[in-house]
Nanobody
């Protein structure tokens, strides 16, 4: 069973940058598509970004495209999310996740289609 542990969250001002990390244990992450989701208070968990097994293709929510960059280092069993030009509306708990369906290039946007989750890391962006 995969175990995922996020880190790198914090409190920053609008316009700042943060880099989130997700460390995976268990089977090699190179076997999986991986994604980032986030959940703000009172809102449903939403898709942020995803990356294929090799890292060759990436996918983003419209709200973060051009500001966030997802990447992975399969040798280190790690996933990253570089977040630039942060806005108050980016405030949320951020989770890394692995989909239930193991096909490469299959990128579900519904959190219900993901099987493994980390515990989350809080990102708070102030004005």
């Amino acid at each position: 069973q995969e175990q995922l542990v996020e880190s790198g969250g914090g409190l920053v001002q609008a316009g700042a940058s943060l880099r989130l990390s997700c460390a995976a244990s268990g089977r090699a992450v190179s076997r999986y598509v991986m994604a980032w989701f986030r959940q703000a208070p009172g809102k449903e968990r939403e898709f942020v970004a995803a990356i294929t097994r090799s890292g060759g293709s990436t996918y983003y929510a419209v709200s973060v495209k051009g500001r966030f960059t997802i990447s992975r280092d399969n040798a280190k069993n790690a996933l990253y999310l570089q977040m630039n030009s942060l806005k108050p509306e980016d405030t949320a708990v951020y989770y890394c996740a692995v989909p239930s369906d193991g096909r490469d290039y299959y990128i579900p946007s519904d959190w219900k289609d993901y099987e493994y989750w980390g515990q989350g890391t809080q990102v708070t962006v102030s004005l």
